[in-house]
T-cell receptor, first 114, second 114 residues
Framework: GNSVTQMEGPVTLSEEAFLTINCTYT??????LFWYVQYPGEGLQLLLK?????DKGSNKGFEATYRKETTSFHLEKGSVQVSDSAVYFC?????????????FGKGNQVVVIP | DTEVTQTPKHLVMGMTNKKSLKCEQH?????MYWYKQKAKKPPELMFV???????INESVPSRFSPECPNSSLLNLHLHALQPEDSALYLC?????????????FGPGTRLTVT
């Protein structure tokens, strides 16, 4: 089946620091990969996506590259702001798996300190 | 416009009440979803509607009853809920459910069962 693994534990860093959140996956078929962000008290927002190997998704200074050889989709941002404090979920949908089931990672709480 | 709206934003109900959650999208999407999210966890899929027909019910108790009156609207009828049903209920939509299109989420309804 499909599964997504995110690094354990919250991430705490200072403003303007470099952010990396690791995401690896296992999937049947040809997955599309996503990062969603959830700000406190809100729903999930699609942050970026990649639909095939070597695609780079980017949005709001965040980037992630679809690496088929390492089955990874790590999220990066070069200089975080306090407003980036949120929970980040890596997710995938596998083509051919049917019915568009999103498989989520456990999520990472990111706290940016001024 | 990638907006999914949900009402109400907050709901408190007793275990004998009947209430409904509403969701609307105007993106022309033909797949709509209900998710349940507990604190600090990823969303869990409850139901999938494809072209206004229920295509997935993830063994959800019958006290939750979904309805899709038309292609833009999705309801979740609640009856005789338990305190453990307290959670954030998220609606989402995508272009179709048979292909790995991204899902767009609404802001959610925060439900408290007393």
């Amino acid at each position: 089946g499909n599964s997504v693994t995110q690094m354990e534990g919250p991430v705490t860093l200072s403003e303007e620091a470099f952010l990396t959140i690791n995401c690896t996956y296992t999937a049947t078929g040809y997955p599309s990969l996503f990062w969603y962000v959830q700000y406190p008290g809100e729903g999930l927002q699609l942050l970026l996506k990649a639909t095939k190997a070597d695609d780079k998704g980017s949005n709001k200074g965040f980037e992630a590259t679809y690496r088929k050889e390492t089955t990874s989709f790590h999220l990066e941002k070069g200089s975080v702001q306090v407003s980036d404090s949120a929970v980040y979920f890596c997710a995938l949908i596998s083509r051919g798996y049917g019915n568009n089931r999103l498989a989520f990672g456990k999520g990472n709480q990111v706290v940016v300190i001024p | 416009d990638t907006e999914v709206t949900q009402t109400p934003k907050h709901l408190v109900m007793g275990m004998t009440n009947k209430k409904s959650l509403k969701c609307e999208q105007h993106m022309g999407h033909r797949a709509m979803y209900w998710y349940k999210q507990k604190a600090k966890k990823p969303p869990e899929l409850m139901f999938v509607y494809s072209y206004e027909k229920l295509s997935i019910n993830e063994s959800v108790p019958s006290r939750f009853s979904p309805e899709c009156p038309n292609s833009s609207l999705l309801n979740l009828h609640l009856h005789a809920l338990q305190p453990e049903d307290s959670a954030l209920y998220l609606c989402a939509s995508s272009q179709e459910s048979s292909q790995p299109y991204e899902q767009y989420f609404g802001p959610g309804t925060r439900l408290t069962v007393t």
